[in-house]
T-cell receptor, first 117, second 111 residues
Framework: GAGVSQSPSNKVTEKGKDVELRCDPI?????LYWYRQSLGQGLEFLIY????????KSGLPSDRFSAERTGGSVSTLTIQRTQQEDSAVYLC???????????????FGPGTRLTVL | AQTVTQSQPEMSVQEAETVTLSCTYD???????LFWYKQPPSRQMILVIR??????QNATENRFSVNFQKAAKSFSLKISDSQLGDAAMYFCAYNTDKLIFGTGTRLQVFP
């Protein structure tokens, strides 16, 4: 079946504007993750959804960042009042449910490159 | 808190040769997973190989193998018979319920 998809592929916005980034996970995957990759850096965890549990928001850098996952499927990452330091690639991943110490592979989307002017 | 360190920002290798990418990590856990991901210019993160900490045997996937030293908290990736298509960013990662990544190593492969 289809992999993880993200839209838009690229987004250019002006400082102070709000942006929404979308992630469509693999069908049947109950776990969904958002990561941020700044230029020349590794991936930084932002937020994690697991089924109907409360999301793990511990990686969100400020209250300008929020995410929701509707119906346990599609997720939207919203950045309000964007700043130039928000410029990065935002990657989404999904997996089967994580349980205890077992591990289910995270499958990544192609990312959205956000540029804040 | 768990951390992952990749001390080689860039590496290069000639085609058909072998290269080793280094990774160290810090954790107080005894049971965990470690990964190497490849990120080509397309940005797509591709899982190369994974290692379960409770397994002493080093993982191998075709030309890719790891040297896992649990006591030293070291997890290096060896690429044998390097190919031009191996050129990419390589990230080491540690798993809790989310992945913690190192800063990556850019691998260049010369013909």
């Amino acid at each position: 079946g289809a992999g993880v998809s993200q839209s838009p592929s690229n987004k250019v916005t002006e400082k102070g504007k709000d942006v929404e980034l979308r992630c469509d996970p693999i069908s049947g995957h109950t776990a969904l993750y958002w990561y941020r990759q700044s230029l020349g850096q590794g991936l930084e965890f932002l937020i994690y959804f697991q089924g109907n549990s409360a999301p793990d928001k511990s990686g969100l850098p400020s209250d300008r960042f929020s995410a929701e996952r509707t119906g346990g499927s599609v997720s939207t990452l919203t950045i309000q009042r964007t700043q130039q330091e928000d410029s990065a690639v935002y990657l989404c991943a999904s997996s089967l449910a994580q349980s205890g110490r077992s591990y289910n592979e995270q499958f990544f989307g192609p990312g959205t490159r956000l540029t804040v002017l | 808190a768990q951390t992952v360190t990749q001390s080689q920002p860039e590496m290069s290798v000639q085609e058909a040769e072998t290269v080793t990418l280094s990774c160290t990590y810090d954790t107080s856990e005894s049971d965990y997973y470690l990964f190497w991901y490849k990120q080509p210019p397309s940005r797509q993160m591709i899982l190369v190989i994974r290692q379960e900490a409770y397994k002493q045997q080093n993982a191998t996937e075709n030309r890719f193998s790891v040297n896992f030293q649990k006591a030293a908290k070291s997890f290096s990736l060896k690429i044998s018979d390097s190919q031009l298509g191996d050129a990419a960013m390589y990230f080491c990662a540690y798993n809790t319920d989310k992945l913690i990544f190192g800063t990556g190593t850019r691998l260049q492969v010369f013909p």
